[in-house]
T-cell receptor
Framework: DQQVKQNSPSLSVQEGRISILNCDYTNSMFDYFLWYKKYPAEGPTFLISISSIKDKNEDGRFTVFLNKSAKHLSLHIVPSQPGDSAVYFCAATFGGGADGLTFGKGTHLIIQP | KAGVTQTPRYLIKTRGQQVTLSCSPISGHRSVSWYQQTPGQGLQFLFEYFSETQRNKGNFPGRFSGRQFSNSRSEMNVSTLELGDSALYLC?????????????FGPGTRLTVL
């Protein structure tokens, strides 16, 4: 039972355009959501997070939107840059994180020149 | 501030052996979590430690165990290794208990079981 789903295994976007990565979850107890970026053979790098009491959080080129009623969140990257090419993981947790992060399977973002 | 460090970075073992992986969290962080990443299952939570106590454990057999020391450093042990244990093992550290933690990951230990 996959509680966090990233339905697009890959996404190709032109440099300078907006990249939108999507994530759906099923567990209504999740109250904190995170996005990580990962290169091969490295650990995930934290990008941005959002608490369930908010619907938007912005940090530079990265914005995360949360739609609790739809159990959906998205990561927007504007403008997309070649260095953004990586696998992006959506993760969720609750209860302060002691239960660990539940990850989606990831979306491979490819930025085309 | 130094990040999460993991040793060793690469390890090759044979079936039936045991292995110990080490993780040093970010200075000041008290929570350490371990994850297993495989191509088929993705990133899966193994267990989480805070103040030397295991607070939660994921759905893994008892061959997977861990501990945390008073300086917050953590070790993970896998006994009687199986081929399916080949994976990238990631350690993550977080802040204070009771707060929603952002977890920061180390580079991982690549374990290959032959």
């Amino acid at each position: 039972d996959q509680q966090v789903k990233q339905n697009s295994p890959s996404l190709s976007v032109q440099e300078g355009r907006i990249s939108i990565l999507n994530c759906d979850y099923t567990n209504s107890m999740f109250d904190y959501f995170l996005w990580y970026k990962k290169y091969p053979a490295e650990g995930p790098t934290f990008l941005i997070s959002i608490s369930s009491i908010k619907d938007k959080n912005e940090d530079g080129r990265f914005t995360v939107f949360l739609n609790k009623s739809a159990k959906h969140l998205s990561l927007h990257i504007v403008p997309s840059q070649p260095g953004d090419s990586a696998v992006y993981f959506c993760a969720a947790t609750f209860g302060g994180g002691a239960d660990g992060l539940t990850f989606g399977k990831g979306t491979h973002l490819i930025i085309q020149p | 501030k130094a990040g999460v460090t993991q040793t060793p970075r690469y390890l090759i073992k044979t079936r039936g052996q045991q292995v110990t992986l080490s993780c040093s969290p970010i200075s000041g962080h008290r929570s350490v979590s371990w994850y297993q990443q495989t191509p088929g299952q993705g990133l899966q939570f193994l267990f989480e430690y805070f103040s030397e106590t295991q607070r939660n454990k994921g759905n893994f057999p008892g061959r997977f165990s861990g501990r945390q020391f008073s300086n917050s450093r953590s070790e993970m042990n896998v006994s009687t290794l199986e081929l399916g244990d080949s994976a990238l093992y990631l350690c993550a550290s977080g802040g204070l208990a009771g707060e929603t933690d952002t977890q920061y990951f180390g580079p991982g230990t690549r374990l290959t079981v032959l």
